[in-house]
């Protein structure tokens, strides 16, 4: 009888880890960051129907990359732990926090888990609040890890070098036209520093969850030629309400 090949558990749970990494690298990237009237959600994304960005609940948005049918699993999930939630107690109890942590626990379940790969997926989960100051953005990894992030975030493809550039960029009270343009402007960059890409709205999936909006819903998509003026820097194309809402 052979004996089985020996693996320490912090090299097993390395080699788990860079798996994933590697399978989220190859993602296109997404770009979740604040503005002045709430949060703007930008991924490179040419499907109309696969969506990187969704609606969870009232105030509450998702944002992934990676393999699509593990983070739309996860995606429902979460929309079905929001509902019984807000029917059992009431709608203000469901938050981001408590969602990030409910993800954070599958994930990492399914990461220490022995008998199943682990998920290939970066998660983002933001809630809108009454003013800039409780806004929430979580960014979770494919270890349950859970990361408060402050005002902007990127995953997915050259995150690193795209969070540099919103760093760099990003500032408080930003117009939705100019948060948009730096989004943009940031998935464009080539990480080896050559030629930006240009980036057309067909090639864009844009949401925001808009603390303005009278309706109990936050979530809207930015679509069409409200996109198109958006981008280009027309301010006064941000106060319509012409994306539809989603109704995942």
């Not at 959600?41 to 393999?67: C, M, P, Q, W």
């Not at 929001?82 to 994930?107: E, F, H, I, K």
């Not at 990461?111 to 998660?123: A, Q």
């Amino acid at each position: 009888m052979s004996t089985p090949f020996y693996v320490s558990p912090q090299q097993a749970m390395a080699d788990r880890a860079e798996y994933a990494r590697k399978g989220i690298a190859r993602g296109r990237s997404v770009v979740v960051l604040t503005y002045a009237d709430g949060i703007v959600f930008v991924a490179e994304n040419t499907s109309r129907a696969l969506h990187k960005v969704s609606e969870i609940y009232d105030k509450i948005a998702f944002a992934a990359v990676g393999r699509y049918n593990e983070f739309e699993n996860l995606r429902i999930g979460g929309v079905r732990y929001a509902d019984l939630r807000g029917y059992s107690y009431d709608r203000a109890d469901v938050t981001a926090r408590g969602l990030a942590n409910v993800y954070a626990q599958t994930l990492g379940t399914i990461f220490s888990s022995v008998g199943e790969k682990p998920y290939e997926v970066e998660l983002v989960v933001a809630e809108v609040g009454r003013t800039g100051e409780d806004d929430q953005i979580y960014r979770l990894t494919p270890d349950g890890s859970v990361v408060d992030e402050k005002n902007y975030v990127a995953i997915g493809g050259s995150s690193d070098s795209i969070g540099s550039y919103l760093g760099q960029r990003h500032r408080g009270g930003l117009g939705l036209a100019e948060a948009l343009r730096i989004a943009v402007d940031g998935l464009a960059r080539d990480p080896n520093g050559g030629a930006a890409r240009t980036l057309t709205p067909n090639q864009l999936e844009v949401a925001v969850l808009d603390r303005q909006r009278f309706q109990q819903r936050k979530f809207k998509r930015i679509l069409g030629s409200q996109l198109e003026r958006l981008l280009s820097g027309d301010e006064t194309a941000a106060t319509e309400d012409q994306a539809a809402d989603d109704s995942e």
